[in-house]
């Protein structure tokens, strides 16, 4: 694997019964980098997340992260696979909080699972991310119900950042925000990315965020990678869906907000 690429797929095949989602689909994630992964409904841009991470079985194909093979021939996970997990951090499009914990108790999950701390420096340790995603000092004594929707992906991202991961994946974070929660969680993410070194992989539709975050995208067509690029590669990329999605009259209302970065 060149040496500048942390994540590696290769030939990868999802199949669901007689469906096929991807085919043959290769694609590289430079470190240091925000790609975005679009696509159409179906084209399968959050199963292309889970197998990466581990929560989608491919038919077939290669994956490897950070250096280590997570999917291979053999069945089963890879050796050495439970290891490089550690060294990333997942957050899903509803944040994926348990209800019954506090915030705190929440980004203290993974703390608690993987590494020995005694309770009070872990939850120094949470408070601590709880405060990086911007929430108040307040906020990891509160359950998600008590949570608005933008405090709610807020604290799924500082548990996503619990365990100091090299790699952040975001499956659709700003689904369901306001334009203005939208755009705060992009210029946090923004920030965080800088301050931190992350290499992050974004599954999105928002074309704002496309804007604000990401250094290239990655296509998804045709059940494999149809082209990756900046935005202004994609726009020249000659296919009636990626011309629409990225000239087209939404393209054009999202523009603003990339001279603004």
Same mark, same amino acid.
């Given at each position: ?137 307040? =906020?990891?004594?509160?359950? %998600?119900?008590?949570? @608005?929707?933008?405090?709610?992906? &807020? *604290?799924?991202? #500082?548990?996503?950042? !619990? ?71 994609? =726009?020249?990329?000659?296919? %009636?869906?990626?011309? @629409?999605?990225?000239?087209?009259? &939404? *393209?054009?209302? #999202?523009?603003?907000? !990339?001279?603004?970065?």
């Amino acid at each position: 694997m060149d040496a500048e690429h942390v994540i590696s797929v290769r030939n990868l095949t999802n199949r669901f019964g007689k469906t096929v989602i991807h085919q043959g689909l290769d694609l590289d994630v430079r470190r240091g980098e925000v790609l975005g992964i679009v696509g159409a409904s179906g084209s399968g841009k959050s199963v292309l997340l889970r197998s990466i991470v581990g929560l989608q079985t491919p038919t077939a194909g290669r994956i490897t992260v950070l250096g280590t093979v997570v999917l291979g021939d053999r069945k089963g996970p890879a050796p050495g696979t439970a290891a490089v997990r550690d060294r990333w951090g997942v957050m899903f499009q509803d944040g994926a909080l348990f209800s019954s914990l506090t915030v705190r108790e929440n980004v203290e999950a993974p703390m608690r699972e993987k590494l020995t701390l005694d309770a009070a420096t872990r939850a120094a340790l949470a408070d601590l991310r709880i405060a990086m995603v911007g929430l108040p000092v307040h =906020a990891g004594d509160l359950y %998600p119900s008590e949570l @608005s929707g933008g405090m709610r992906k &807020r *604290a799924g991202l #500082a548990r996503a950042l !619990a365990m100091e991961p090299e790699i952040l994946f975001l499956d659709e974070p700003t689904a369901g925000l306001d334009p203005i929660s939208a755009t705060e969680f992009d210029t946090l993410l923004v920030s965080l990315q800088r301050a931190l070194g992350l290499t992050v992989f974004l599954v999105t539709h928002d074309l704002d965020t496309l804007h604000a975050t990401c250094d290239r995208i990655a296509v998804l067509s045709g059940k494999e990678v149809l082209a990756v690029g900046t935005m202004a590669e994609l =726009a020249r990329v000659d296919d %009636p869906w990626v011309r @629409s999605y990225f000239t087209g009259p &939404r *393209a054009h209302a #999202a523009e603003p907000a !990339a001279a603004v970065g």
